[in-house]
């Protein structure tokens, strides 16, 4: 009898704390950028060396054709909304192209900025254990299904970037990011530097890094769709009340502007 209550109430707890895991959805603490990332790449339309565009070489129209682009936004806002909206079980017998792309657009036309879903509520995507995996096996139904890359220009939030450049805008941003992050959201960042356009981009931020004591600069890791690799670096300069971005081969590193979208329908 004894016996039967303790496995009893190890097994009650194990569900407890299973399920409290499950439905924690969002939690920035819980991304995992292995898991929770595309495994392809949003290709430049130039070439690169150190932050400088040049005219890619000639390519034949079957690459051009092959060559996915211009859709960093398309795919910062599909992790949020796998994390968000969707659930993988690994169990299961993987969907027909067909099956999987209508389920695909499923998540990626729910509003971003919605709550996360309850486990039961959310879409199943069964044979794989993540997103990671699943657009690694299955990148071209994903690809064509998680939407289009030109909207994104015409998005009603793009005209901050005329005319939001002031501190105290930024300072403001700054606090939004912290706000997000710490009730176990994520934030997609525009990030520009107009008028210059040495960085016209966007990524998706999702946990703040440990700070050292004393230490006056922020430091965010992010997913950034030009670089499936490894989570890159977004800062906040406490003193200074600017952000910049990690260096790489499309961008020198530096300053840049950072503006919030799908946090809303206006942005």
């Known amino acids: 009898m004894v016996m039967q209550r303790s496995c009893r109430s190890y097994a009650t707890l194990f569900t407890i704390l ?65 994390r968000k909206f969707a659930r993988f079980d690994p169990r299961g017998t993987p969907l ?17 900025w919605h709550e996360a879903w309850s486990p039961e509520k959310r879409v199943t995507f069964p044979g794989y254990p993540d997103l990671r995996s699943m657009s690694e096996a299955r990148t071209r139904v994903l690809q064509e299904n998680i939407g289009l890359g030109w909207p994104t220009y015409w998005r009603v939030g793009n005209i901050r970037m005329f005319y939001k450049h002031d501190e105290k805008y930024q300072e403001k941003t700054h606090a939004t990011i912290d ?10 960042a525009y990030l520009s530097d107009y008028p210059h356009f040495l960085i016209n981009h966007a990524v998706l931020v999702y946990d703040r890094k440990p700070a050292r004591p004393g230490s006056k600069i922020d430091k965010y890791l992010v997913y950034d769709p030009n670089h499936p690799d490894n989570p890159r670096e977004l800062k906040w300069s406490q003193s200074m009340g600017v952000f910049n971005y990690q260096k790489d081969e499309e961008f020198a590193g530096g300053f840049t502007r950072v503006y919030q979208v799908y946090g809303g329908p206006w942005q």
């Open 18 to 82: 299973l399920t409290s895991a499950v439905t924690s959805g969002a939690r920035a603490s819980d991304f995992a950028f292995k898991r929770d990332t595309l495994a392809f790449v949003n290709s430049t339309v130039f070439d690169y060396s150190e932050g400088r565009a040049r005219i890619r070489e000639k390519t034949t129209g079957e690459e051009k054709k092959k060559a996915y682009t211009r859709r960093c936004f398309v795919m910062s806002r599909t992790a949020l909304q796998f």
């Open 96 to 112: 027909t192209d067909k099956e999987l792309a209508a389920r695909v657009r499923q998540v990626t036309r729910i509003p971003p």
């Open 179 to 188: 706000a997000a992050l710490a009730r176990g959201d994520m934030f997609v």
